[in-house]
C-alpha cells in the first residue's frame, strides 16, 4: 500500500510540471510546498498497514481514484523514460487515461 501511495506522489511529481503550465513557471518553494501538502493528503487517504491487510488496501485504492487533491490533468497522462534528444512527437510514450493512472 505504501508502494502504491509512493508511486503516485513520484509520478505526480513527475507529471505536474510535463503537463501544466503553471507548473513550469511556479518558483522552486511553490513546488516544494505543494508536493509536501500531497505527500501530507497521501499519508492520511493511506496510512501504513500492514502487507496482508486487504481491507486498508481498498480503502487507499478507493480514495486515489476519487483523490481531488492530485493534480492530474483530464486529457491523460504521457508516460515515458528521458529522451531529450527527440521531439516530442518522436519519443516512446505511454498514453493513461487519468481513471486508469489513479486506479494504479
Known amino acids: ?7 503516485l506522489l513520484a509520478a505526480a511529481a513527475v ?3 510535463a503537463f501544466t503550465a ?3 513557471a511556479m518558483p522552486r518553494q511553490q513546488l516544494e510546498e505543494m508536493a509536501s501538502k500531497m505527500a501530507t493528503q497521501l499519508a492520511q487517504v493511506c496510512p ?5 491487510d486487504t481491507a486498508a488496501y ?3 485504492a478507493d480514495a486515489l ?3 481531488t487533491f492530485l493534480p492530474i490533468v483530464q486529457e491523460g497522462i ?6 531529450a534528444t527527440l521531439k516530442i512527437k518522436k519519443r516512446h510514450l505511454t498514453h493513461f487515461n487519468t481513471k486508469v493512472f489513479q486506479a494504479m
Request: charged share 20%.
Open 1 to 7: 500500500m505504501r508502494r502504491i501511495a509512493l508511486k
Open 48 to 52: 501504513r498497514a500492514g502487507y496482508n
Open 58 to 60: 481498498r480503502s487507499c
Open 22 to 24: 503553471q507548473a513550469n
Open 65 to 67: 481514484q476519487n483523490a
Open 78 to 83: 504521457l508516460w515515458g523514460g528521458d529522451q
Open 15 to 17: 507529471v505536474v510540471p
